[in-house]
């Protein structure tokens, strides 16, 4: 380069061409999890291979969580995972389930798998008071 200064054959043989992640043989972002940690100042200093191990657990987790998920919604018929395959994976998985506390989970948003509504006459009353926002 022309604005640094000259670079001795070793200082370029120990430069990597290759990512961390691809070193570790990972597809989650070892950079990416390093500046997390870093950021977030959990500790002063910490190890050159904790984010690699960080990153390796990411992957690990979301492999297992996806691999359920996409048996229950292969079994439900549908190409996609929803939401709410994600939450019955947390749910049925013990290991899932422990580690990732799906109870503090269930009623949050429409995660929930719905129920299918059976064709019946409606029994609300739409008629009445109004309600006004606060």
Same mark, same amino acid.
Request: charged share 25%; proline share 7%.
């Given at each position: %380069?022309?604005? #640094?200064?000259? @670079?001795? #054959? @070793? !200082? ?10 691809? %070193? ?7 950079? %990416? ?7 977030? +100042? ?13 990153a ?8 297992? !969580?996806?691999d359920?998920?996409? *048996?229950?919604? *292969? +079994? #439900? ?12 994976? !947390?749910?049925? #998985?013990?290991?899932?389930?422990k ?6 989970? +269930? ?9 299918? %509504? ?5 029994? *609300?009353?739409?008629?009445?008071? *109004?309600?006004?926002?606060?």
């Open positions: %380069r022309p604005g #640094s200064p000259p @670079e001795s #054959s @070793e !200082a370029r043989g120990k430069r990597s061409r290759f990512s961390r992640s691809s %070193r570790a043989g990972l597809l989650f972002p070892v950079s %990416r999890v390093d500046g997390q940690l870093r950021r977030g +100042r959990f500790a002063g200093r910490f190890a050159a291979r904790a984010p690699v191990y960080l390796a657990v990411l992957q690990c987790v979301t492999h297992k !969580a996806l359920v998920a996409g *048996k229950i919604a *292969k +079994r #439900s018929k549908q190409q996609r995972i929803a939401p709410a395959h994600l939450q019955m994976a !947390a749910q049925k #998985s013990s290991q899932l389930h580690l990732l506390q799906a109870d503090v989970l +269930r009623n949050r948003g429409r995660a929930v798998p719905r129920r299918r %509504r059976v064709a019946s006459p409606s029994t *609300k009353k739409t008629a009445g008071t *109004k309600r006004r926002c606060p």
